[in-house]
Every structure is written in C-alpha cells, then in structure tokens.
C-alpha cells in the first residue's frame, strides 16, 4: 500500500509540471517494418522473415518498468526468465520448455555460449541504456546460430550512437538498493565511441541476499569513413549472496561471484552483390562458487573458462535469390578445481539460400549447419523456412528444423556430495516445426503460432528413487513438447498522444510429467501458462507511465500473479522516475528454494548534462 501512496504522489507532483518539455513519444508498431534482422547471414526486414521473432525496441525497453535485462525479457510469452532475487545476481534463461543450456545468447551476433554450463548465459547482460533493441527468435535455430540455439536463441543489439552526450543516472529504494551510471557518446570526425560504466549495490530482502554488481562497456567505431572498425568491450563482476539457490540446507550461506568479458573486432566489406564481415572475439567468464560464505576451505568451486574464435558471414545475391554461407571456428580452455582442465576446438560451417516466386510472394529457405567438435565429432542441423505474403500486411510462413546440444562440462564432470556428471553422456537431439501467421501494420502488430517438437537424450540429474540422495546427470527419455503462443501490440491516441496496449500468451504441454517429479532437479519446472500485458501510455506532454501484468502457471502446479509500475516525469535536462515491483507483494518462486521479493520501489534520476 505505501507503494502505490507514492506512486500516487509523485502523479500529482508530476502534474503540476506540464509546461515542461514533451518526453520521447512511443514508437509505433509500423516502424518495426523496416527494422533489418541481423543475427542471420541473409539480412530482412523484420516482416519479411519466415520466423516467429519478437523485437523489443529500446522504447519499449524504456517503458518496460524494468530495471536489467532479466526483467525485460520476463515480459515476452514463450521466455521463461528464472530469477534467483534482484539485480540481475543470476538467472536462466529458458524458450518453449527447453532448459538453460538449449538458448542461445548473442550480442550484435557474437555467440555467448559457455561451455561449462548455461547457467552462466544471462551473465553477459548489458546494462539497459546501450541497448538499441533484442531479437528473440524462437524456434529451431541451429541451422542458423550453432548448436547451442536448441529451442531459440536471443540477440542483443547495442546502439551505433549516442551523438555528443554525457548522462549521469541514480537510483535508490527498498533493500538498500543503490544504483549509479555514466553514460558518454562522442562523435569524432573519422570515429564514434560509445562509454557505460554502472555499478548495483544492495543489502538484500532476506538472509544473505546481498549484492554488489559492476558493469562496464564500450564500443567504438574506428576508420567509419573508409574501412570502419567496430569494437565492442564489455566486463561484467557481480558478487552476491546465493542462500538457497542450490540447497536448502540453514546451516550452509551460499556465495557466488562471477565475472563476463568479452571484446570483439569486427569490419565490413560490401558490394552490390557480395557483402562478407569477418570477425575476431574473445570470451571470458569466471565462477567463484562458497557453499559457506564464511568458510571458504569448507567447499569451493572455482571455474575459468575462455573463448577465442574467428569467423566469417558472407552473402551473395543473384538471379536465384540470396546465398548466405559462413565459417565459424573457435576453441575453449576451461580450468577447474572440480570440472577438470578441458578444451575443445569447434569448426562449424553455415550454408543458406532463399528463393523466391509468385512476384517474390512465396519465400524457401532451406539450410544446414555443420559442426565438429574436437569430443563429439561430425554433427549436422539442416532446417527450412516457409512463408508467404497473403497481404502487404499479413504472412503466413512454417519452418522444420534439427537441433542438438553437445553436454555441457558440468554434465559431464561435475561432482559433489549429492551430484554426479556422466562421462557418458549423448548429445541432446530434437526435430521441430512450427506454423504461424502474422500481422503488421502502423497501429497492430500480432502474431499466432503453433510449434512440436520431438526430443531424444534431454539431459538431466536426476535419481533412481526418493531414498537415493545422489542425482546424476543422465539422458532421460524421448520428450514432447507442443504449444501455441499468441503476441498482439495495439498503438492508438489519446489526447493526441500515443498509446500503447501489448498482451501475449503462450501455452505449453508436455509429457516430461510421466517421470516423478522428485527425481529430478531441472527438468520438471516448465511454463504450462504465461500471460503478459504491458499498457504504456502518456496523458500529459512530460508524464508517462506503465503497468506490467505477468500471470505464470507452471507443470508443477505453482501459479503466481505479479504487478508492476512505472512512471516517468521529464523536465528538461532531468527525467525523475519511479519503478515498483510486485506491487501487490505475492509470494512466489521462480526458480529452485529462492522465494522472490515482497513488493519494492525504486526511485531514480538522470540528469543528461548534453
């Protein structure tokens, strides 16, 4: 209740100052048309192509009531973002049922991937204000992405530029929360830099729930009026307490500390015909793991792992359409106190090509990916697109793909007094398909479709029986998982404002519930309803504001409903916001013991000093 007092009050504060200069007006859903996909090889306008994908501007991301990316993608029905408290400490990410080791995450198309487990994906999160939009595609994308993108994959693209500017923001609110960030663009005559130095602070909601996280970033585009050089830097530390993320055990005090970089090169040459973009990267992340936060010697994981790879995406366009072809060759060093010293080498060659016919109405894709692993040899993923523009503004389109997943080094070496790896485990392989329909145009965006698909070897710890304490990692059964996801966004004006109105719901069933749910650690937690709304609206010229509904019900039974709020007051150079989440304080989890915050408020400031 005093969340929605002060929320009230800062409406009636922010009213009294409608002189004040207009905010940013929302982007309306016709300008997505134009938006060019580009995490493939082939490059298409987002209505042009034949896949389920949902885009996720920055204004959306602004009027998003969130506060990390975590909180963002949670509002996109099919992603199932499992939250362990706030801050972004930890999360997995999951698409259609898959597990955290089935997405694939990228940014500006540079795979994300680790190799020792995917619940280090989310930890290469950018901060939310370099963000230019996220590409979600859902699906089966291994033909396109690599091995990892099982059931989806999500691309983070970063903004080109932010002119001349230097933005300072603050934040402060419940459980100690204290964020602060420096924001700089600086455009030169012959470069552009983009500088983002954050850091998150909390003494947290519960029992040793505390944070400290740091985020840097920079990109920089060198030579752009000639050969341009893009470079990308990010470094990302977050330390935290982790009670009951893995055990529930009131003796223990769990602590976790994780570190992500990566840096990048990347250039472009093009022709009429002819584009390639080579590319050189290299990836770190580091694991500290405590099971008693005070003890270090007591139990310890420590876990380095490193990725150095080069490719190359090219396309080529004639008479018969377009070809898009690529190589992709990298090696992973991994050091671990329990996981062993490991690496393997990965070669992984791309090859697409679309037609199309009917006055180019009727658009074929068909591709393969071919990778091999230095430990699991030749392994091959071939897929087809479909679609076909029955309007200007509406497509029907279909897609099949295979998909595999090789095991992770935490399946297959990980140990501890209740947990056991398999050196002999398979490699995950499902067949997919997916038919759909979508809409645009400039006041509604909506998509309906319907996907199955048919795994063999999902990995997963489990026990043979509810006396035997030990979980193993293990290839269960063949599983099949259908389901329907619906996304509609509706712009409209009110006192000649725009106005936006955005729901999506997904459904999903599956029969991994044959098995006993008590002898499995991972598997059995999916989401069978999610439904979300997002009203953002602006009824004065300096005010803006949105609510978020999330209602998730998941094959265990669990169901939970969250509210939350924003709004946003511009004057002039300074925007004053305020962001409450889980308004009405419901009790639930998300993810493994970790109960999820009560109600909480955050209240911020940006000053933008040019």
Same mark, same amino acid.
């Given at each position: 209740m005093k %969340?929605?007092?002060s929320?009230?009050?800062f409406?009636?504060?922010?009213?009294?100052?409608?002189?004040?200069?207009?905010?940013?007006?929302i982007?309306?859903t016709?300008?997505?048309?134009?938006?060019? *996909?580009t995490?493939?090889?082939?490059d298409?306008?987002?209505?042009? !192509?034949?896949?389920?994908?949902?885009?996720i501007?920055?204004?959306?991301i602004k009027?998003?009531?969130?506060?990390?990316?975590?909180?963002v993608?949670?509002q996109?029905a099919?992603?199932d973002? &499992?939250? &362990?408290?706030?801050?972004?400490?930890?999360?997995?990410l999951?698409?259609r049922?898959?597990?955290?080791?089935q997405?694939?995450l990228? *940014?500006?198309?540079?795979?994300?991937?680790d190799?020792?487990?995917?619940?280090?994906?989310?930890?290469a999160a950018?901060?939310l204000?370099?963000i230019? +939009?996220?590409?979600v595609?859902k699906?089966?994308?291994?033909?396109?992405?690599?091995?990892?993108?099982?059931?989806?994959?999500?691309n %983070?693209?970063?903004?080109?530029?932010l002119?001349?500017?230097?933005?300072a923001n603050?934040?402060?609110g419940?459980?100690g929360?204290?964020n602060?960030?420096?924001t700089?663009?600086?455009?030169?005559?012959n470069?552009?830099h983009?500088l983002?130095?954050?850091?998150?602070?909390?003494?947290?909601?519960?029992n040793?729930s505390?944070y400290?996280?740091?985020?840097?970033?920079?990109?920089?585009?060198?030579n752009?009026?000639?050969?341009a050089?893009?470079?990308i830097?990010?470094?990302s530390?977050?330390?935290?307490?982790?009670?009951n993320?893995y055990?529930?055990?009131?003796?223990?005090s769990e602590?976790?500390?994780?570190?992500n970089?990566l840096?990048?090169f990347?250039?472009?040459?093009q022709s009429?015909?002819f584009?390639i973009?080579?590319?050189i990267?290299?990836?770190?992340?580091?694991?500290?793991?405590l099971?008693k936060?005070?003890?270090?010697?007591f139990?310890?994981n420590f876990h380095?792992s490193n990725k150095?790879?080069?490719?190359?995406n090219?396309s080529?366009?004639?008479?018969?359409?377009?070809t898009?072809?690529?190589i992709?060759l990298?090696?992973? #060093?991994?050091k671990? !106190?329990?996981?062993?010293n +490991?690496? &393997?080498f990965?070669t992984t060659?791309f090859?697409?090509?679309?037609f199309q016919? /009917?006055?180019?109405?009727? $658009?074929?894709?068909?591709g393969v990916?071919v990778?091999?692993?230095? $430990?699991?040899?030749?392994n091959?993923?071939?897929?087809?697109d479909?679609g076909?523009?029955?309007?200007?503004?509406?497509k029907?389109?279909g897609?099949?793909?295979?998909t595999?997943? /090789?095991?992770?080094y935490t399946?297959?070496y990980?140990?501890d007094?209740?947990t056991?790896?398999?050196?002999?485990?398979e490699?995950?392989?499902?067949?997919?398909q997916?038919?759909?329909i979508k #809409?645009?145009?400039? =006041?509604i965006?909506?998509?309906?479709?319907?996907?199955?698909?048919?795994?063999?070897?999902?990995?997963?710890?489990v =026990?043979?029986?509810?006396?035997e304490? %030990?979980?193993?990692a293990?290839?269960?059964?063949?599983?099949n998982t259908?389901?329907?996801?619906v996304d509609v966004a509706?712009?409209?004006?009110?006192?000649?404002?725009?106005?936006?109105?955005?729901?999506g719901y997904a459904?999903?069933?599956?029969?991994?519930l044959e098995?006993?749910?008590?002898?499995?650690r991972?598997?059995l937690?999916t989401l069978?309803?999610?439904?979300t709304?997002?009203?953002?609206?602006?009824?004065?010229?300096?005010?803006s504001?949105?609510?978020?509904?999330?209602y @998730?019900e998941?094959t265990?039974?669990?169901t939970?409903?969250v509210w939350?709020?924003?709004i946003?007051?511009?004057l002039?150079?300074?925007?004053?916001?305020?962001? @409450?989440?889980?308004?009405?304080?419901a009790?639930?989890?998300?993810?493994?013991?970790?109960p999820?915050?009560?109600s909480?408020?955050l209240?911020?400031m940006?000053y933008?000093?040019?």
């Amino acid at each position: 209740m005093k %969340i929605i007092v002060s929320l009230f009050t800062f409406i009636l504060m922010a009213t009294c100052q409608l002189n004040a200069q207009d905010t940013q007006p929302i982007i309306k859903t016709d300008s997505l048309k134009e938006v060019i *996909i580009t995490s493939t090889r082939i490059d298409l306008p987002f209505r042009e !192509n034949s896949r389920t994908i949902n885009i996720i501007t920055a204004a959306d991301i602004k009027s998003s009531a969130a506060v990390t990316i975590s909180d963002v993608l949670q509002q996109i029905a099919g992603v199932d973002i &499992r939250r &362990r408290g706030t801050g972004g400490s930890q999360a997995d990410l999951f698409i259609r049922g898959g597990g955290f080791d089935q997405t694939l995450l990228l *940014i500006d198309g540079i795979k994300m991937d680790d190799a020792q487990t995917g619940h280090h994906t989310l930890n290469a999160a950018l901060p939310l204000e370099v963000i230019q +939009r996220i590409e979600v595609i859902k699906g089966p994308a291994a033909r396109v992405f690599g091995q990892n993108a099982f059931t989806g994959a999500i691309n %983070i693209v970063t903004k080109s530029s932010l002119d001349n500017s230097v933005s300072a923001n603050l934040e402060t609110g419940s459980f100690g929360q204290l964020n602060g960030s420096v924001t700089v663009g600086n455009e030169l005559e012959n470069s552009t830099h983009i500088l983002h130095v954050g850091k998150m602070t909390s003494d947290g909601y519960r029992n040793n729930s505390d944070y400290d996280n740091s985020n840097y970033f920079l990109k920089s585009v060198f030579n752009k009026n000639a050969q341009a050089i893009e470079m990308i830097a990010t470094f990302s530390e977050r330390k935290f307490g982790a009670e009951n993320f893995y055990t529930t055990n009131p003796t223990f005090s769990e602590y976790e500390e994780t570190q992500n970089s990566l840096i990048a090169f990347t250039t472009k040459f093009q022709s009429e015909k002819f584009k390639i973009q080579p590319r050189i990267y290299w990836k770190r992340n580091q694991d500290l793991f405590l099971l008693k936060r005070f003890e270090p010697a007591f139990f310890r994981n420590f876990h380095l792992s490193n990725k150095i790879g080069a490719e190359a995406n090219a396309s080529y366009t004639s008479k018969l359409g377009v070809t898009g072809f690529g190589i992709d060759l990298s090696k992973t #060093y991994l050091k671990s !106190n329990n996981l062993g010293n +490991r690496n &393997r080498f990965m070669t992984t060659l791309f090859l697409e090509h679309r037609f199309q016919f /009917i006055d180019n109405r009727l $658009d074929i894709t068909p591709g393969v990916a071919v990778t091999y692993f230095s $430990d699991f040899k030749f392994n091959g993923f071939p897929g087809l697109d479909v679609g076909f523009d029955i309007t200007n503004n509406l497509k029907a389109y279909g897609n099949i793909g295979f998909t595999y997943r /090789i095991p992770t080094y935490t399946d297959l070496y990980y140990t501890d007094p209740r947990t056991n790896g398999n050196e002999n485990l398979e490699p995950e392989e499902a067949f997919a398909q997916e038919i759909g329909i979508k #809409y645009h145009s400039s =006041r509604i965006r909506a998509s309906l479709s319907v996907f199955n698909r048919d795994a063999k070897n999902l990995i997963d710890f489990v =026990r043979p029986n509810t006396v035997e304490e %030990i979980f193993t990692a293990t290839n269960i059964a063949e599983v099949n998982t259908k389901g329907l996801e619906v996304d509609v966004a509706y712009n409209f004006e009110m006192n000649n404002f725009n106005q936006t109105l955005a729901f999506g719901y997904a459904y999903l069933e599956d029969d991994i519930l044959e098995q006993n749910e008590e002898l499995s650690r991972y598997a059995l937690n999916t989401l069978k309803h999610h439904y979300t709304t997002r009203l953002s609206t602006q009824l004065f010229k300096n005010v803006s504001q949105s609510i978020v509904y999330k209602y @998730a019900e998941r094959t265990t039974g669990q169901t939970y409903n969250v509210w939350d709020a924003s709004i946003m007051l511009q004057l002039k150079q300074v925007e004053l916001s305020v962001t @409450a989440s889980n308004i009405f304080d419901a009790d639930y989890i998300e993810s493994g013991f970790t109960p999820m915050p009560p109600s909480n408020i955050l209240f911020g400031m940006r000053y933008k000093f040019l």
